[in-house]
């Protein structure tokens, strides 16, 4: 298996390499975040009120 082949220094570098381009990302991808917990937040508040709306539907 080609994994057992690799040294660990160049796992190592991989990971330092992968290390470094998620710290760059990681300001771009807060703001991202940001969006989806707004965007998830409203979509849950849409279902939360739909759900209301049918539950008091079936109640009256």
């Known amino acids: 298996m080609?994994?057992?082949v690799q040294s660990s220094?160049?796992?190592?570098?991989?990971?330092?390499?992968r290390?470094?381009?998620?710290?760059?990302?990681?300001g771009n991808q807060?703001?991202?975040?940001?969006q989806c917990g707004i965007a998830s937040h409203k979509m849950h508040a849409a279902l939360d009120s739909d759900a209301g709306t049918r539950?008091?539907?079936i109640i009256q």
């Open 2 to 4: 080609t994994f057992t």
């Open 55 to 57: 539950e008091s539907g």
């Open 9 to 17: 220094a160049h796992l190592l570098r991989e990971r330092i390499v």
């Open 30 to 34: 807060t703001a991202q975040v940001n």
């Open 19 to 26: 290390g470094i381009d998620k710290h760059r990302m990681l």
